[in-house]
């Protein structure tokens, strides 16, 4: 049985639950603590957990006094336990009522065909459910979910490489810095002949994170257990005072969290030069702020289209990022690669200087979203979407680069604006578009149209028409 098969088994398994009101999320926390203990034993890795609370003593147990003791087991591994296992178990508490739902689950478990998952690769295993729930509509972990595709892509760009400090201050189970771990492995002739103090750093502290959900933190460090990354993963708040200690990254690969502050107030971090209450554009200050100023410290950061043109703070943030960082490259990526409806986003990719001046000469922007199709579950983003823009990217060397646009090719999607172009636009506006769409379906959520109107003049007739269409089918 290949991975594909257990998971599709594992997922079914959440059928047995619904009788105990267990949410999708809820079961995949459950499911954790579970597939836990179980891949400790098949990686001979229970040294950290006592012989009492083991796998094979779990097993052993029925009805009543299995659900007795799973819930004792639960608090022991999380109260007197210490590392990864003190971590993923704290404040750990089981949501199934039912004693032969939990003995189901266990039983299933116990009974699969371990030697091919781990011939594939157990983290491949959990990274498979881990996207199984981000698929799931219902589970609402895909609201903001980072397709694979687009992990693979934006890490292939940024090219981690070994000895580099790698961060993702929104990590939510981990995606990104896997895929850095991952593509650091295969790009590397042999690992094992790096020196001794260098494979320990790769392992221990190359790549780093912060989460501030508690559920979706055990997520992560279950994940990255898996994949054989023992580095620091935090549960806090980056946008806090605790996300100071957040610096001196090589590399930084992030999709932070959309939206305001409950309430309106700002970040609480006190070191932020522009405080505001929109968490992106708070995201994106900590982020170039936490790169090294080597002159090849770099990011590449999901956001969403407001970063581009909200005015006030939003101006003042992308001045400041533009002087700080070379913002060299914006990709326009597609609609419907997020399940939040409306939800336009972007990568920036930039580098942090070694000065905080006059780093950003020139910004080439491609738009893959212009005249697109719509993508979505049944048809999904592929790698082969990206090829043109991987080809326009030239490693990043501006030099290298060519324009797609011209005179004789106006829907050129590759395009480069000057620094001075830039800062002439209104509100020095980053959210440029100048493909004509044959058949435009680039329409704006009522939230946006206001946006539009309120900080986009060259935009106000459009966002008024699309406005008056949306108010004429409320209407009738």
Not at 101 to 124: H, M, P, V
Not at 272 to 278: I, L, R
Request: proline content about 4%; overall charge negative; hydrophobic content about 35%.
């Amino acid at each position: 049985m290949n991975n594909q098969e257990l998971v599709a088994k594992l997922w079914n398994l959440c059928n047995v639950l619904r009788d105990d009101g267990i949410t999708y999320h809820q079961y995949v926390t459950e499911l954790t603590y579970i597939l836990f203990l179980k891949m400790c034993k098949e990686t001979n890795s229970e040294s950290s957990i006592p012989e009492k609370y083991r796998w094979d003593n779990l097993i052993t147990k029925q009805g009543l006094e299995l659900k007795k003791f799973y819930k004792e087991l639960l608090e022991y591994l999380g109260e007197n336990c210490t590392g990864r296992v003190r971590e993923i178990y704290q404040g750990a508490q089981t949501n199934i009522e039912e004693p032969k739902n939990l003995e189901k689950i266990i039983t299933t478990i116990d009974q699969f065909d371990w030697y091919s998952a781990k011939e594939e690769g157990l983290g491949n295993l959990y990274e498979g459910l881990l996207e199984k729930n981000a698929n799931e509509k219902k589970s609402g972990a895909g609201q903001y979910f980072t397709p694979r595709v687009l992990i693979n892509v934006m890490t292939r760009l940024l090219s981690p490489q070994p000895g580099e400090r790698c961060n993702d201050p929104a990590c939510g189970t981990f995606g990104f810095m896997i895929a850095a771990d991952q593509y650091i492995k295969n790009n590397t002739d042999n690992l094992f002949d790096l020196p001794i103090d260098l494979q320990e750093f790769q392992r221990t502290a190359a790549f780093s994170g912060c989460e501030l959900v508690h559920d979706t933190h055990r997520l992560a460090l279950m994940n990255a257990m898996l994949h054989d990354i023992d580095g620091p993963i935090y549960l806090g708040d980056t946008l806090s005072n605790f996300g100071k200690q957040l610096k001196g990254y090589d590399v930084v690969l992030t999709n932070p969290p959309f939206g305001t502050k409950k309430g309106g107030e700002r970040a609480t971090r006190d070191d932020f030069t522009f405080p505001t209450s929109n968490k992106q554009l708070n995201f994106l200050q900590h982020i170039y702020r936490s790169l090294k100023t080597t002159g090849t410290a770099r990011a590449a950061v999901v956001l969403p289209d407001n970063v581009l043109f909200a005015d006030s703070d939003g101006e003042k943030i992308r001045r400041d990022l533009m002087e700080k960082c070379n913002l060299h490259t914006i990709l326009r990526l597609p609609t419907g690669i997020f399940y939040a409806q409306g939800v336009k986003t972007n990568v920036l990719f930039f580098t942090r200087g070694q000065t905080d001046h006059g780093n950003t000469k020139e910004v080439w922007i491609y738009d893959l979203r212009t005249d697109m199709p719509s993508f979505g579950k049944t048809n999904p983003l592929k790698e082969s979407d990206f090829e043109e823009f991987e080809q326009c990217y030239a490693g990043g060397d501006l030099s290298k680069r060519q324009e797609t646009y011209s005179e004789e090719n106006p829907n050129g999607r590759w395009r480069k604006y000057t620094y001075e172009e830039i800062l002439a636009r209104d509100k020095t506006s980053l959210d440029i578009a100048w493909i004509k769409a044959d058949n435009p379906t680039d329409d704006y959520t009522l939230a946006e149209l206001l946006d539009l109107i309120k900080t986009k003049s060259e935009n106000i007739s459009k966002a008024v028409a699309q406005l008056e269409e949306l108010i004429g089918e409320v209407e009738e």
